[in-house]
């Protein structure tokens, strides 16, 4: 079994497919190693183990409360999956990332993130979680309770997260835009203005002569709004595109100011289509906001490193959180985000100095994505890794959960 961009068999000899919460228990506890698999989009080791457990089976149970503001539902559930439910209950989410088709667990544990200056990762929207730990035992805890920031971008190291309650609100439509042909002094000069433009705003570019598309998407008021034709310089695409722009746009969400519920805009890719390119690995480094246009500058400095193996590159905002292992943990951030080719050889190579020279950014690496830093340069990043390793060591003591991707480049040797 392979993850879903094909460049990593895990290696675990067991998946397990408990149908219940027992199971899951039982099959933890009796684990010398493992890890739970969410929807397999994480790019590296990062969720494997010698055994592996699915939540896939589990009853998705989606129950709402409405006077808390909450959903709570299996963690193995896909955000497409919850949204369809919660579309029914008139209700929604805050944000999503540029896809519907990863778990909800499995985002959350690694921080991943959509879009927008006052939009948190997707992590900061969870108001409770239920665990498994290695002993088997359950426990519950929610937003308030101590050390329930550290647990929640747990990066799978804390235990089986079973059951996931998320903070909802009413439902809303979304319209896109997308602008073309942004002037690079134009992105330096405005990008404030810039990423202000919508309640999530993405830059693509291949880091060429010009930024090449600003995707802007603005919930609908009941005001009446009009239609921006040009931002900044860049003027508004007439049809629909594709953030790789000879793709077909029939995979994305629709655009053109087109209103449409906020599950299909807020992300890029449809669910029953084929997101991103599909042959690809991914990048992502996530800067604090005041290093923003200085880090833009340093990578594109070396476009001619990055474009032979670069599909393309996608620049979002992303919010302060209080998550400890979050990267936006105490700072606004922007992350600056790169789908390669699949030429893991080369991305390798380049990434060492892509890293080296957004280190002055103080850059942290996405957690699901590529990388080569190891926990002796992350740590530094991380105020609460101390905290978070204490965690660790008190809920997992017999170190079940722990893998070789944790040790290189987390929480080092132990
Ligand atoms: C095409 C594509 C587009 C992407 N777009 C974005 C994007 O817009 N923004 C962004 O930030 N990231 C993005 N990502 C990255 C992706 O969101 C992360 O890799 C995320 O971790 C994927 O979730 P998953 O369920 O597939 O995780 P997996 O790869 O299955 O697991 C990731 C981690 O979560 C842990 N985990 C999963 N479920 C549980 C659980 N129930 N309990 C405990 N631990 C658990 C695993 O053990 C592992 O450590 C994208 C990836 C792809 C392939």
Same mark, same amino acid.
Request: hydrophobic letters at 45%.
């Given at each position: 079994?392979?993850?879903?961009?094909?460049?990593?068999?895990?290696?675990?000899?067991?998946?397990?497919?408990?149908?219940?919460?027992?199971?899951?228990?039982?099959?933890?506890?009796?684990?010398?190693?493992? %890890?739970?698999?969410?929807?397999?989009?994480?790019?590296?080791?990062?969720?494997? =183990? !010698?055994?592996?457990?699915?939540?896939?089976? /589990?009853? *998705?149970?989606?129950?709402?409360?409405?006077?808390?503001?909450?959903?709570?539902?299996?963690?193995?559930? %896909?955000? @497409?999956?919850? +949204?369809?439910?919660?579309?029914?209950?008139?209700?929604? $989410?805050?944000?999503?990332?540029?896809?519907?088709?990863?778990?909800?667990? @499995?985002?959350?544990?690694?921080?991943?993130?959509? =879009?927008?200056?006052?939009?948190?990762?997707? *992590?900061?929207?969870?108001?409770?979680?239920?665990?498994?730990?290695?002993?088997?035992?359950?426990?519950?805890?929610?937003?308030?309770?101590?050390?329930?920031?550290?647990?929640?971008?747990?990066?799978?190291?804390?235990?089986?997260?079973?059951?996931?309650? $998320?903070?909802?609100?009413?439902?809303?439509?979304?319209?896109?835009?997308?602008?073309?042909?942004?002037?690079?002094?134009?992105?330096?000069?405005?990008?404030?203005?810039?990423?202000?433009?919508? !309640?999530?705003?993405?830059?693509?570019?291949?880091? @060429?002569?010009?930024?090449?598309?600003?995707?802007?998407?603005? &919930?609908?008021?009941?005001?009446?709004?009009? $239609? $921006?034709?040009?931002?900044?310089?860049?003027?508004?695409?007439?049809?629909? &595109?594709?953030?790789?722009?000879?793709?077909?746009?029939?995979?994305?969400?629709?655009?053109? @100011?087109?209103?449409?519920?906020?599950?299909?805009?807020?992300?890029?890719?449809?669910?029953?289509?084929?997101?991103?390119?599909?042959?690809? /690995?991914?990048?992502?480094? /996530?800067?604090?906001? %005041?290093? *923003?246009?200085?880090?833009?500058?340093?990578?594109?400095?070396?476009?001619?490193?990055?474009? #032979?193996?670069?599909?393309?590159?996608?620049?979002?905002?992303?919010?302060?959180?209080?998550?400890?292992?979050?990267?936006?943990?105490?700072?606004?951030?922007?992350?600056?985000?790169?789908?390669?080719?699949?030429?893991?050889?080369?991305?390798? &190579? +380049?990434?060492?100095?892509?890293?080296?020279?957004?280190?002055?950014?103080?850059?942290?690496?996405?957690?699901?994505?590529?990388?080569?830093?190891? *926990?002796?340069?992350?740590?530094?990043?991380?105020?609460?890794?101390? !905290?978070?390793?204490?965690?660790?060591?008190?809920?997992?003591?017999?170190?079940?959960?722990?893998?070789?991707?944790?040790?290189?480049?987390?929480?080092?040797? #132990?």
């Amino acid at each position: 079994m392979t993850n879903w961009a094909g460049n990593y068999r895990y290696r675990a000899g067991t998946l397990h497919r408990p149908s219940t919460l027992e199971q899951v228990q039982e099959v933890v506890a009796a684990a010398p190693r493992v %890890r739970v698999l969410g929807s397999r989009h994480s790019f590296t080791d990062l969720a494997d =183990s !010698d055994e592996l457990v699915s939540l896939e089976g /589990l009853p *998705a149970g989606v129950a709402v409360d409405r006077d808390a503001g909450t959903v709570s539902f299996s963690a193995g559930l %896909r955000y @497409g999956e919850l +949204a369809e439910a919660l579309e029914r209950e008139g209700l929604a $989410l805050a944000n999503l990332a540029s896809l519907p088709h990863i778990s909800v667990a @499995g985002a959350v544990a690694t921080a991943t993130h959509g =879009s927008g200056d006052a939009k948190g990762n997707l *992590a900061t929207s969870v108001a409770g979680l239920e665990l498994v730990t290695s002993s088997g035992e359950l426990r519950t805890a929610s937003r308030g309770d101590h050390e329930f920031d550290g647990l929640v971008v747990g990066l799978g190291a804390l235990g089986a997260v079973t059951r996931v309650t $998320l903070d909802v609100e009413p439902a809303y439509q979304v319209r896109q835009r997308v602008f073309e042909a942004l002037a690079w002094d134009a992105l330096h000069e405005h990008f404030d203005e810039i990423t202000a433009a919508g !309640d999530s705003v993405s830059v693509f570019t291949r880091w @060429g002569e010009a930024v090449d598309q600003v995707w802007v998407k603005r &919930r609908v008021t009941g005001d009446p709004e009009p $239609l $921006l034709d040009e931002l900044f310089g860049a003027t508004a695409a007439t049809v629909d &595109r594709h953030p790789i722009i000879e793709l077909d746009p029939v995979n994305c969400t629709a655009q053109l @100011g087109v209103p449409g519920p906020w599950w299909d805009r807020l992300p890029h890719f449809r669910m029953g289509f084929m997101p991103s390119s599909g042959a690809e /690995l991914q990048s992502e480094y /996530l800067i604090p906001r %005041r290093h *923003a246009v200085a880090a833009i500058q340093s990578v594109h400095a070396l476009a001619g490193l990055v474009r #032979p193996l670069l599909q393309v590159s996608e620049v979002r905002t992303v919010a302060a959180d209080r998550l400890w292992m979050s990267p936006q943990y105490g700072q606004d951030t922007i992350a600056i985000h790169f789908t390669w080719h699949p030429d893991p050889v080369g991305v390798q &190579r +380049a990434l060492v100095e892509l890293e080296a020279a957004l280190a002055p950014s103080e850059a942290r690496p996405h957690w699901g994505k590529v990388f080569v830093a190891d *926990a002796a340069a992350i740590g530094p990043l991380y105020e609460r890794l101390p !905290d978070f390793r204490r965690l660790v060591d008190r809920l997992d003591p017999r170190g079940a959960f722990r893998n070789p991707w944790l040790t290189n480049h987390v929480l080092g040797p #132990p």
